[in-house]
């Protein structure tokens, strides 16, 4: 149980353009996922907090119009970076947040690449 | 806000040795520890967990201690292996139920 998957696992695109990145709760309903963001050898930074029905929440320094963050269902939220530059090239990986209080449970990550 | 620092950074150990990975928190209000096993290009796997009304876990040949009054946990995991090779994150809940991450430790597990 608690399998989350994501879409795509790898992509790469032009400089200007936008990518929608899909993150799935596969066995159980989220009300609440996280968009993190990972460089090479670093931690996880969280992005946002994306509630089911309702606005998503930026962290500080994340710039909510450049990253938008739907929620439409229990299952699926989505990423979209838009007018993607190449310093938006990372890894990004959501989480769905289980049964249990606080417990997280991530998706496999996608490969986002700016070229 | 929470502070979560990790150590050692990187840590190799022979193949049925164990390796003790240590976290501190700053925040007090702090009540879920989680540990995750991030594989090369994967995504992070929740290994095990620790509420604060536990002092101690495990599972199999994992298990994660806890020390409310110090604020530091810690995860062992004996009789390793190669497959247990991967880098480990610690993280702790902050006031708003969040989960703040360690910098993470490199484990490298030599035959």
């Known amino acids: 149980g608690a399998v989350v998957s994501q879409h795509p696992s790898r992509v790469i695109c032009k400089s200007g353009t936008s990518v929608k990145i899909e993150c799935r709760s596969l066995?159980?309903?989220?009300?609440?996922m996280f968009w993190y963001r990972q460089f090479p050898k670093q931690s996880l930074m969280l992005m946002a907090t994306s509630n089911e029905g309702s606005k998503a929440t930026y962290e500080q320094g994340v710039e909510k119009d450049k990253f938008l963050i739907n929620h439409a269902s229990l299952t699926l939220s989505t990423l979209t970076v838009t007018s993607a530059h190449p310093e938006d090239s990372s890894f990004y990986i959501c989480?769905?947040?289980?049964?249990?209080?606080?417990?997280?449970?991530f998706g496999p990550g996608t490969r986002l690449t700016v070229t | 806000g929470e502070n979560v620092e990790q150590h050692p950074s990187t840590l190799s150990v022979q193949e049925g040795d164990s390796a003790v990975i240590k976290c501190t928190y700053s925040?007090?209000?702090?009540?879920?520890f989680p540990w995750y096993k991030q594989e090369l290009g994967k995504g992070p796997q929740l290994i095990i967990d620790i509420r604060s009304n536990v002092g101690e876990k495990k599972d199999q040949r994992i298990a994660v201690t806890l020390n409310k009054t110090a604020k530091h946990f810690s995860l062992h995991i004996t009789e390793t292996q190669p497959e247990d090779s991967a880098v480990y994150f610690c993280a702790a809940t902050d006031s708003w139920g969040k989960l703040q991450f360690g910098a993470g430790t490199q484990v490298v597990v030599t035959p």
């Open positions: 925040d007090s209000a702090s009540n879920y």
């Open positions: 066995d159980f309903q989220a009300t609440t």
């Open positions: 989480s769905a947040m289980g049964q249990g209080p606080y417990e997280q449970y």
